[in-house]
């Protein structure tokens, strides 16, 4: 079975400053999907980023960039020029291939990220 | 192009009761996937339902089931509740070809079991 651990439990920057969330993962697959989401004090859950396995290149989505390192097993978020509004839960995702049937995200327990102005 | 919506957004039980929960996808989407998050056991899958079949189905007990309509309206029942219900049950949608493994959320029914 697959697991996602996310190893800070709680972090704290200034308004501006750079942020970068650990996130690794276990698996046997070599095909996969990883995502990041955002959940305010809304609850909403927001997608943030997701990377294709199979995509050496790092997505990047605006301030969001991901360091996708397979070999390594580890997905970081790394969010530039942090903003009021990105104070969140931040969780890691993860996604075996769709060609194994049904579509079910696995997550890690989160991270509190607080901008502090 | 509206978003995942979810009834009731809050919702009070007693333990013993029974409970529908609604989830309505983005439209043109066919999945939908729910989830039971709570502070103990975090974000955990549910089961999932595409044209109206189920295609997965998480560790939970019997009393947690689900179905799809055609309209790909989705409905998850939990019975005889117990306390450990308590939790806020998310919705997710997804669509079909490209990019289909993203996953697009509802606000989620807060259910309190007393």
């Known amino acids: 079975a697959q697991t996602v651990t996310q190893s800070q439990p709680e972090m704290s920057v200034q308004e501006a400053e750079t942020v970068t969330l650990s996130c690794t993962y276990d698996t046997s697959e070599n095909n996969y999907y990883l995502f990041w989401y955002k959940q305010p004090p809304s609850r909403q859950m927001i997608l943030v980023i997701r990377q294709e396995a199979y995509k050496q290149q790092n997505a990047t989505e605006n301030r969001f960039s991901v360091n996708f390192q397979k070999a390594a097993k580890s997905f970081s978020l790394k969010i530039s020029d942090s903003q009021l509004g990105d104070t969140a839960m931040y969780f890691c995702?993860?996604?075996?291939?769709?060609?194994?049937?049904?579509?079910?995200?696995?997550f890690g327990q989160g991270t509190r990220l607080t901008i502090n102005p | 192009k509206a978003g995942v919506t979810q009834t009731p957004r809050y919702l009070i039980k007693t333990r013993g009761q029974q409970v529908t929960l609604s989830c309505s996808p983005i439209s043109g989407h066919r999945s939908v996937s729910w989830y039971q998050q709570t502070p103990g056991q975090g974000l955990q899958f549910l089961f999932e339902y595409f044209s109206e079949t189920q295609r997965n189905k998480g560790n939970f007990p019997g009393r947690f089931s689900g179905r799809q309509f055609s309209n790909s309206r989705s409905e998850m029942n939990v019975s005889t509740l117990e306390l450990g219900d308590s939790a806020l049950y998310l919705c997710?949608?997804?669509?079909?070809?490209?990019?289909?493994?993203?996953?697009?959320f509802g606000p989620g029914t807060r259910l309190t079991v007393t």
């Open positions: 995702a993860f996604m075996k291939p769709l060609y194994q049937g049904a579509q079910k995200l696995v």
């Open positions: 997710a949608s997804s669509k079909t070809g490209v990019r289909s493994y993203e996953q697009y």
